[in-house]
Nanobody
Framework: VQLVESGGGLEQPGGSLRLSCVAS????????MSWYRQAPGKDRELVAT????????DYADSVKGLFTIWRDDVESTVYLQMNSLKPQDTAVYYC?????????????WGQGTQVTVSP
């Protein structure tokens, strides 16, 4: 199984970035997909989640109304559109896949992509 993120980089405050995560080696439609981030010296935190089947989404309070998560089940890809970026959004962003059909469903992580927001 591989989760490969892309789209990170350096952006100015107020700018936008779109992250992508392409999944392979798993049945994408069986997995809830999420984006997490980890800033230097801080714990990894959940940014956004999109369910399989229902496509229900959930966001951290800090990004509600600014970030949007969606998925393309044909392309086995999950996206994160990040608008109005702030310096505090600087972090490594990780793609996360969770099979929620079972109590101990399988979990997979991507390698991460760096997002830096700075003038």
């Amino acid at each position: 199984v591989q989760l490969v993120e892309s789209g990170g980089g350096l952006e100015q405050p107020g700018g936008s970035l779109r992250l992508s995560c392409v999944a392979s080696g798993l049945t994408f439609t069986d997995y809830q997909m999420s984006w997490y981030r980890q800033a230097p010296g801080k714990d990894r935190e959940l940014v956004a989640t999109i369910d399989d089947f229902s496509y229900r989404t959930d966001y951290a309070d800090s990004v509600k109304g600014l970030f949007t998560i969606w998925r393309d089940d044909v392309e086995s890809t999950v996206y994160l559109q990040m608008n109005s970026l702030k310096p505090q959004d600087t972090a490594v962003y990780y793609c996360h896949a969770h099979d929620t059909r079972a109590i101990w469903g399988k979990i997979y992580w991507g390698q991460g992509t760096q997002v830096t927001v700075s003038p």
